[in-house]
């Protein structure tokens, strides 16, 4: 039988695949599920910092010390506290999760600013969560915030949830940094033991008969995988703490590019929406028979085989393949026209 048993955030997973965070895990039934067809972890739904200091009654507090950004989105709390559970019930539900299932079950706290809303991170852990996963979802829409001040303010945010418990965090990153290798090195420094690539960018989309600016929310495709895998290669080897993958992650040839890259786990969101909790089952079993075909006997011995630092030649994560990219399509052009 194929060792398929993979090493995050401290913990040896009975598998490669855990659960992104959904609403599906907001049923116990469903975390049940998620374990019996394979999953090896579970990282719950978010709770958010606007939702926290709401229910904490500290608003008026955070918004005298807070962003334009936190204010605007109190605009959208209507909606989220219909789709979210409360403080309490979600403290319950980390409770019942744990209770309900062997494998680890991951906290999600969802914010951007430091505030007074991380200490809930303690009670999350006190709960019973086996890790926090900390979505960072930030978008700079002041001309006057530099880039360095808010990687500071994620590095505050990540320092203070990091101190705030003993159990494992892992930080969701956007894509949109600078320089990636540099701050997730930062942010280890700061506490991460994971950082987990990345968060989709939920970009809103224009009704132009109603002239109205709306949410969307699509499930994705495996192509979103393509810059998750271009990162986790090239962190590979750079950091300390263990990379994640999610965007994208449909099958087991995903999952195992995500390995290959230098990914411990993929997470599944989408492709469970789309596809049902039991796709897990079916991920796992072609992820055996393609690994048993090649005479692999663990999934971990492919780990970051394809990763920046294992590759012979590194142009393809580099700034070469910019330029072999954009002439080979040319070169396939110019053929095709004879
Ligand atoms: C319906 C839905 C709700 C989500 N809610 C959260 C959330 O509360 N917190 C979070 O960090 N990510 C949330 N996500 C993002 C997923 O965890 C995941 O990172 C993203 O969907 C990319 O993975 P996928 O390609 O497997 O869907 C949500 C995704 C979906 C589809």
Redesign the pocket.
């Known amino acids: 039988m194929i060792d398929l048993s993979m090493q995050y955030l401290g913990v040896k997973l009975s598998g490669p695949i855990v659960v ?4 599906l895990s907001e049923s116990i039934d469903n975390v049940r599920h998620m374990e019996d067809a394979g999953a090896s972890a579970i ?1 719950l ?2 709770l958010f910092e606007e939702q926290l200091a709401l229910e904490s009654r500290t608003l008026d507090e955070d918004l005298s010390r807070g962003t334009e950004s936190f204010a605007e989105s109190l605009d959208f709390l209507p909606e989220l506290s219909d789709y979210r559970m409360s403080q309490d019930g979600y403290l319950e539900h980390v409770k019942r999760a744990g209770e309900a299932v062997d494998i680890p079950i991951i906290a ?1 706290l ?1 914010g951007a600013t430091p505030g007074g809303w991380v200490r809930f991170a303690r009670e999350m852990e006190q709960a019973g969560a086996d890790a926090i ?1 900390l ?1 960072t979802f930030a978008l700079a829409t002041d001309r006057r915030q530099t880039s360095a001040e808010l990687e500071l303010q994620l590095l505050e945010l990540v320092g203070s949830v990091c101190s705030a418990v003993r159990v494992p965090v892992a930080v ?1 990153l956007s894509s949109s940094y600078t320089s990636l290798p540099n701050l997730c090195a930062r942010l280890e420094d700061a506490g991460a033991r994971a950082l987990v690539l990345f ?2 960018f939920y970009q809103p989309d224009f009704d132009i008969e109603t002239l109205e600016v709306r949410p969307s ?1 699509h ?2 495709t495996p192509s ?1 995988l393509l810059p998750r895998l271009h990162w986790a290669a090239i962190l590979y080897g750079h950091l300390n703490g263990d990379i994640a993958i ?4 449909h099958s087991a040839e995903d999952v195992l590019k995500a390995i290959m890259a230098g990914a411990s786990v993929a ?5 469970l ?1 789309i596809h049902g909790i039991e796709h897990i089952g079916r991920a796992l079993a072609d992820l055996r028979y393609w690994l048993d075909k090649r005479e692999y006997a663990t999934l971990a011995e492919t780990r970051g085989c394809l990763s920046r630092r294992s590759v012979p030649d590194t142009s393809p994560y580099d700034r070469g393949n910019y330029i072999k990219t954009l002439s080979s399509y040319s070169l396939r052009q110019t053929l095709a026209a004879f």
């Open positions: 992104a965070s959904t609403p990282v739904t978010s999600s969802n996963e979505n969701k968060n989709r929310l499930f994705s979103e999610t965007g994208g992650v997470m599944m969101a989408s492709a929406h």
